[in-house]
């Protein structure tokens, strides 16, 4: 909290503070309780109060994780969250934490995130290609892919256009699929011929549990900042030309 109120006294005023920090370990978040709570929780909340006595605004990233995934068409707004991992409860804390600490926020929800940075679905996919003849990928599992470049042009143009109708939406590129589906569509991009399997979560099984289906509606997101998202497909051409 210290470190967060120095960096805004010391610095130029400033008006948007976006944050993308996260612990992010989905798996590990299932032993590591506390240390999820302290930065997807407590960490929000600190940036909204420190937001809150500078007047600057909250732009802050949230996931699909927050749902059960028991739903079978896209989750709004205002479906009740009901997170089935610590992850998802944690994000939920954070969420929650803000929108009780500072008007001035946009919680942007987002899922399946990928892009040609960092490390993610699509890289790893892409690195897993270069030693292995066939990758078995989850089949049961429905979302959509969204490409950072597009979610971070989505924040540009809520600060650039000084958006003032705070509050929670979901964002994410056009369409579903499953993961399979998406590794299956990463490598026809780049022409590698590496033959994937679809296998069940069952098959695949991991510490934490993952929703089923975590399709996010983004009919409001698109209404009130003006953006029509790419379908994933398209989006993902443009991640796999970046690289
Ligand atoms: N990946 C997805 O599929 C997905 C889907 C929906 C929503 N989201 C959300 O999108 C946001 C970005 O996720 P991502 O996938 O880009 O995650 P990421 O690659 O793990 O990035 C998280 C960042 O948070 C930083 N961080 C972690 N703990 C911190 C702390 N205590 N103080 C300061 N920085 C800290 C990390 O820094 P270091 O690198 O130094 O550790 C890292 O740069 C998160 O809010 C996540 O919940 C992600």
Redesign the pocket.
């Known amino acids: 909290m210290k470190d967060v109120e120095e960096f805004f006294t010391t610095n130029q005023k400033i008006d948007y503070c976006i944050n ?5 370990a989905v798996d590990k978040a299932e032993t590591e309780v506390e240390k999820a709570f302290e ?1 997807n929780a407590k ?1 929000a909340k600190n940036l909204a109060l420190v937001c809150n006595a500078q007047d600057a605004i909250l732009i802050h ?4 994780f927050v749902f059960d995934g028991n739903k079978t068409e896209p989750y709004t707004e205002t479906d009740i969250p009901k997170p089935i991992s610590v992850y998802g409860a944690s ?1 939920l804390q954070g969420e929650v934490e803000i929108q009780k600490t500072l008007k001035k926020h946009f919680i942007i929800r ?4 990928y892009s040609e940075h ?3 679905f699509m890289k790893t996919m892409l690195r897993l290609a270069e030693i292995r003849d066939e990758i078995s990928v989850v089949s049961d599992q429905i979302g959509t892919p969204t490409y950072a470049g597009d979610l971070a042009d989505v924040i540009l143009k809520i600060i650039n256009s000084k958006n003032t109708n705070f509050g929670l939406y979901h964002y994410s590129n056009e369409g579903e699929t499953s993961w399979y589906g998406f590794a299956k569509a990463i490598f026809e991009s780049c022409k590698n011929s590496v033959r994937v399997t679809p296998i069940s979560s069952t098959q695949y099984t991991t510490a934490a549990t993952r929703p089923k289906y975590s399709v996010l509606d983004t009919a409001r997101a698109k209404k009130v900042f003006n953006s029509i998202p790419y379908k994933w497909e398209i989006s993902l051409k443009k991640a796999i030309e970046n690289r």
Do not use: E, P, R, V
């Open positions: 993308c920090a996260a612990y992010t930065i960490g990233i949230s996931t699909d994000k987002t899922s399946w995130l960092g490390a993610n």
